[in-house]
T-cell receptor, first 112, second 112 residues
Framework: GENVEQHPSTLSVQEGDSAVIKCTYS??????FPWYKQELGKRPQLIID?????GEKKDQRIAVTLNKTAKHFSLHITETQPEDSAVYFC???????????FGTGTRLQVTL | DTAVSQTPKYLVTQMGNDKSIKCEQN?????MYWYKQDSKKFLKIMFS???????INETVPNRFSPKSPDKAHLNLHINSLELGDSAVYFC???????????FGQGTRLTVV
């Protein structure tokens, strides 16, 4: 089955700096890669996703890159703000199979 | 207009008891999940249902029994609760393998 590894487990950056979180997956059939943000005491919520036919996707300060050959994908957050502080999860899924496997999470702390 | 709702939000119970958690989605999704989030924040898939049919059972103890009376509902019954069952349980739903999963607000289960 799919195995998703995520690094780092914790990340502390100063406000305005960039943050990068990296994930690797094992199942070459995976072709959908979402990223979720979970604030303290809240539910995980989708912030961006990418499909295997795309190498990069950007939404304002957030971007995701995918390298299918290396089975790597990464989340990039620029100009970080205190409200970006949360736990971020990467995930992998294949179509049409419905299993959605999550990485182990990265706790991002943005300090003033 | 809650999309995925779980009840109860908090559940405190003694070891050995039996308890149920209910989940309902009004999004018309075909696939529903139960995830367990432990104290380290790992999001581990437990079960997945597609149109009321169990399709994923991730080596979860037999004490956990999911039931889907229709495709909008997925309940989780837990028998003989153990201390290690303490966690936050999330229900989620989505249309298919390449789409966003929507999470419920979570049920914090504490076994004492």
């Amino acid at each position: 089955g799919e195995n998703v590894e995520q690094h780092p487990s914790t990340l502390s950056v100063q406000e305005g700096d960039s943050a990068v979180i990296k994930c690797t997956y094992s199942d070459s059939a995976s072709n959908y890669f979402p990223w979720y943000k979970q604030e303290l005491g809240k539910r995980p919520q989708l912030i961006i996703d990418i499909r295997s036919n795309v190498g990069e996707k950007k939404d304002q300060r957030i971007a995701v890159t995918l390298n299918k050959t290396a089975k790597h994908f990464s989340l990039h957050i620029t100009e970080t703000q205190p409200e970006d502080s949360a736990v971020y999860f990467c995930a992998a899924s294949s179509v049409p199979a419905s299993k959605l496997t999550f990485g182990t999470g990265t706790r991002l702390q943005v300090t003033l | 207009d809650t999309a995925v709702s779980q009840t109860p939000k908090y559940l405190v119970t003694q070891m050995g008891n039996d308890k149920s958690i209910k989940c309902e989605q009004n999004l018309g999704h075909d696939t529903m999940y139960w995830y367990k989030q432990d104290s380290k924040k790992f999001l581990k898939i437990m079960f997945s249902y597609n149109n009321k049919e169990l399709i994923i059972n991730e080596t979860v103890p037999n004490r956990f029994s999911p039931k889907s009376p229709d495709k909008a509902h997925l309940n989780l019954h837990i028998n003989s609760l153990e201390l290690g069952d303490s966690a936050v349980y999330f229900c989620a739903s989505r249309t298919g393998g390449g789409t966003e999963a929507f999470f419920g607000q979570g049920t914090r289960l504490t076994v004492v």
